[in-house]
């Protein structure tokens, strides 16, 4: 007999932008959608469209591409949020309309500065508007975790009547332990009328370090959905990973009463793509997608792995994606076989010039790095994001110098729209020196927040990939670059951010 499902809605593009720096592009936005619906996600909560214009140029464009996905919109309990959201949903195959409101008692009185009654009653308008606009409508009373379970019950009873189909129950300061998490969701289920007629949802965050315990536990009191982010991106200590929910579902099929539609062979690769837009390293231990999950140390645990894996492993690494780094292309392949793996990557090339471009830098990689891995693929495109449309710095050429006991020099010549010139400093290490002659030509003015390099895959001949975070004006940037050169690398990340920073494109952090 086959099982439940269990939704997964996934919020990455959603919550996970707002933690601090991790605002993303449209185009970026774009490319983590793709991913998602890669892996099967459910549903992708796509942004808040009303928080700017760029968030909801954002939604759109995920809505317009996503098809086999549902896409959501969040949206606060006014109308005017509503329309918004409605609006920019309406090209998704299948469209959500996710909206909010308090419910705990601090929430109401100090914050919304409304009674219970006005509470219920702006919440059942706000369901009835979306209603109006879509049949997939989704309530959730923010700050459940902390409101009165009689209180919530007349919320919950009040939307579902208006039409709500997902009840949402968010622990949205991380404050719950599973046990009276799970009591509450059995409470809320048991006690409304019609509680069966709705999916019930639940959106832990992890301030405690409990989010994916509590969300867990609520799965077995009956919740059908689980609100999560990749690598656990989220509002300060983040939301509930996805990683481990899914794994932690499929794995312990013996006691989960359902199961999800994830591929979870897509799970590393997202989580690399997601750590390298955001900036946001992945720790070393994290459960699934940390490097060092699935590595053996110990003799007595290799020992035990070599003879039965099962001794010391309750997952497989090749299982969730990993190793999917084996050799692709190199420097004999052509451009048919470019083509035909960026297509099986499911990256797409949006003309036969990016393709072209593509193709004559992976040539150049291939002549520096014997052996091409999927993960140098991704890098190399997501490069090939700036395109020339957006690229009004271009790194021309440069050269690094840094000996013993000798200050390091870097020299450089950018073009900026076409104009080529070049700049010379030293810093106190070459990367130092490269960003000082950058800002010596461009004089953006940017403050450095970030600085990360990561090897792409193993190996000394490994690509670096560099993440730099820039603010100016309180819009704050990420730029990323790949090169077997991590001084190259730097100084592209360093571009790449300063192009976004130059461009139109809106990068924004909503706060709600
Ligand atoms: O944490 C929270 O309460 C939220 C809601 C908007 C679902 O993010
Ligand atoms: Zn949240």
Redesign the pocket.
Known sequence: MSKEQLIIFD?TL??GE?SPGASMTKEEKLRIARQLERMHVNVIEAGFPAASNGDFAAVKAVAEAIKDSTVAA?SRAFDKDISRALEAIKPAASGRI?T?L?TSPIHMEKKLRMSPDDVIAAAKSAVRFARNGIDDVEF?????GRSELDFLCRVIEAVIKEGATTI?I????GYNVPEQFAERIKQLRARIPNSDKVVWSV?C?NDLGLAVANSLAAVMAGARQV?CTINGL??RAG?ASLEEIVMAVRTRQDIFPCETRIDATQIVPASKMVSSITGFPVQPNKAIVGANAFAHESGIHQDGVLKHRETYEIMRAEDVGWNANKLVLGKLSGRTAFRARLKELGIEVESEQVLNTAFMRFKELADKKHEIFDEDLHALMSDEAVTPENERYRLVSSMFHSETGEVPLARLIISTEGIEKGAEASGSGPVDATFKAIESIVASGSELLLYSVTAITTGTDAQGEVTVRLAKDGRIVNGQGADTDIVVASAKAYIHALNTLSSKKEKLNPQ?
């Open positions: 919020t959603r919550d707002q969040l996710h909010f308090a959730s009373c923010e700050d459940a949402n968010p622990d949205t300061v959106h965050h609100e989220g509002e939301n709600i």
